[in-house]
């Protein structure tokens, strides 16, 4: 299983949110590339990067943040945020961005994502499901859609999605453990999936229970900035 580090952005810095809250802001680092470095540094390959700006705005936002990680590391990284147009997605791989989480706009106009997926490939697009209880949130987390997560994974799988990160707002910065019983139904129902659980990790044990269910990785945030998980433990997994 892969441990993909997380960097969410705001103005340019390294933050945390709690449940998708923007007021429950924490700022850990003024400078994401140094950040991005250490996890190199530390034998990790991954890195996940949220432009919660972008998120908001529904444009990418923070551009230059994540053309200098792509720059000036070897990570593998996949971003989202606000990612609207065929035009930003060329642009992100073009950086040296290797994938693109869609979320709001996979929700909102699934037509043109199902021709991205035969555009850009299917190794080049996750679809990001955000759920709040069964429900998809879109827009930073900051509106619900009426659609179930079960129905919006149906829907895409159908139609040749291999890559799906799913995040369960409610755990999401709370250090309480990943929801495994959502996770473990995802796999049981798409087990073509490669699924990458996000929300909740806060030790170890955590994810060593997502590798024994079979995620394809596990999104590690604070948990690594408020030290509960050290990168020397990582090398352990």
């Given amino acids: 299983m892969r441990i993909i580090p997380a960097i969410d952005i705001i103005d340019g810095k390294c933050v945390r949110l709690t449940q998708g809250d923007y007021a429950q802001k924490k700022i850990y680092h003024e400078d994401p590339v140094q950040v991005a470095r250490s996890f190199e540094e530390a034998g990790l390959t991954d890195l996940h990067v949220v432009d919660l700006d972008g998120a908001k705005a529904g444009k990418v936002v923070n551009w230059k943040v994540v053309e200098d990680i792509a720059k000036n590391t070897g990570l593998a990284v996949d971003f989202g945020g606000g990612i609207k147009t065929e035009e930003e997605i060329d642009k992100l791989l073009n950086l040296g961005v290797k994938q693109v989480n869609l979320g709001s706009v996979a929700v909102k106009e699934p037509l043109k994502v199902i021709s991205w997926l035969k555009k850009f490939g299917k190794s080049k697009i996750i679809l990001s499901a955000d759920v709040k209880g069964e429900f998809i949130a ?58 990458v659980a996000s929300g909740g990790v806060s030790n170890l044990e955590d994810l060593r229970e997502l590798k024994r269910i079979g995620a394809d990785g596990a999104i590690v945030g604070k948990a690594i900035y408020e030290g509960r998980i050290t990168l020397e433990e990582l090398k352990t997994l």
């Fill in 138 to 195: 879109i827009s930073g987390w900051q509106e619900s859609s009426p659609l179930t997560l079960f129905s919006l994974l149906k829907d895409y799988t159908r139609n040749g999605i291999e890559y799906v990160t799913c995040t369960d707002i409610s755990t999401d910065g709370m250090l309480t453990g990943p929801n495994i019983e959502l996770y473990k139904n995802i796999l049981m129902s798409f087990p073509q999936l490669n699924l």
